[in-house]
């Protein structure tokens, strides 16, 4: 049975704090290459869904985001990012499981100071971290400054402005929202390094579905909980892990969409190559086996599943139709988890 999760409040306009980070507090990003794939993801997810980003963040770890919905979908738009990027993760790096630790947390945000302090927390957070705590105040400026995974720099300088990012809140520093604004916003950031912004940490704390004043934090608390308990939830309640797929379903599949006998998935025969390729990588990923497992399953040694793996990650670098084939393949087993 399904776990049933909090219910988000949505509205046009509802603007979010957006985070989320790897399971186990484990790496999303481990090189450039994952930050700029997930940018581009994101990207097409914001022109999808006609969310605006009013700020980013990405760290090793996990990322921070400040959107607006017009059109009350935060759902949408986060299913759509998380979905793409942890496929991407997941064949990227050959590791089964969950790329992210859970459901994404998104507290509302309403007023504008705490909108743009909020901002500030965000463009600070590459060094609030161990190791840079320590350094001195125009060290981490100077770090901020050239960060290249966070918005802060467009924020600075009109050329580095990225055409994803609204820096609407500018407008809040000189109402021409040019130089002087910049300027304005600069020594905003400036101000903050290496202290608490005690007026955003009360807004933080005074629930965890809505960041802003006491009474815009007490009518989302109330209302979340009143369609909590309409809904039959009671208490605070985890999203579970994704269920494990059978390897027997996984089979019927491919052997459905290759036209192929399932027992001859067994059958290491080069006319069924590309299928048996396939099998092998959905067991190891939705199926949560391990190589030595899948072995067992297929009659075979562990050296044979791992270069079975390698030669289809391989061929799916030089041909998208395969990737594209095994992300169908995946998402058609996951409907009978």
Not at 92 to 113: E, I, W
Not at 311 to 321: P, Y
Request: net charge positive.
């Amino acid at each position: 049975m399904v776990a049933m999760r909090r219910p988000r409040k949505k509205y046009p306009g509802a603007k979010y704090h957006v985070t989320n980070r790897g399971n186990g507090r484990a790496k999303i990003f481990y090189h450039d290459g994952d930050r700029a794939r997930f940018m581009d993801q994101m990207q097409d997810a914001l022109k999808t869904d006609g969310v605006v980003l009013y700020a980013y963040c990405l760290m090793p770890n996990h990322f921070h985001l400040l959107v607006e919905t017009p059109r009350a979908n935060i759902d949408q738009f986060m299913g759509r990012l998380e979905t793409a990027y942890a496929m991407y993760f997941r064949y990227k790096h050959y590791r089964p499981g969950h790329c992210f630790q859970g459901r994404y947390k998104a507290p509302l945000v309403a007023g504008d100071d705490y909108l743009v302090r909020l901002s500030r927390y965000i463009h600070l957070n590459s060094v609030c971290v161990a190791g840079r705590e320590q350094w001195s105040a125009a060290r981490k400026w100077a770090y901020l400054k050239a960060y290249p995974w966070s918005s802060l720099r467009g924020y600075l300088n009109e050329k580095a402005r990225e055409s994803f990012v609204s820096y609407r809140w500018l407008g809040l520093f000189d109402e021409a929202g040019g130089k002087q604004a910049r300027k304005a916003y600069a020594s905003f950031i400036r101000e903050q390094i290496g202290h608490d912004d005690e007026d955003l940490a009360a807004g933080i704390g005074r629930g965890d579905y809505a960041i802003g004043s006491e009474e815009f934090c007490r009518e989302v608390t109330a209302w979340v909980k009143g369609e909590a308990e309409a809904d039959g939830v009671i208490g605070d309640v985890e999203m579970p892990e994704a269920a494990e797929v059978g390897a027997e379903r996984i089979k019927q599949e491919i052997a459905r969409e290759y036209g192929i006998p399932a027992e001859s998935l067994r059958q290491a025969r080069k006319r069924i190559g590309e299928a048996r390729s396939m099998y092998v990588e959905l067991l190891c990923t939705i199926g949560h086996k391990t190589q030595r497992a899948v072995a067992g399953i297929l009659g075979t040694g562990e050296h044979a599943v791992c270069k079975c793996r390698r030669r289809l990650r391989e061929r799916m670098q030089v041909d998208k139709n395969i990737a594209q084939r095994l992300d169908a393949l995946a998402e058609r087993c996951r409907q009978y988890a």
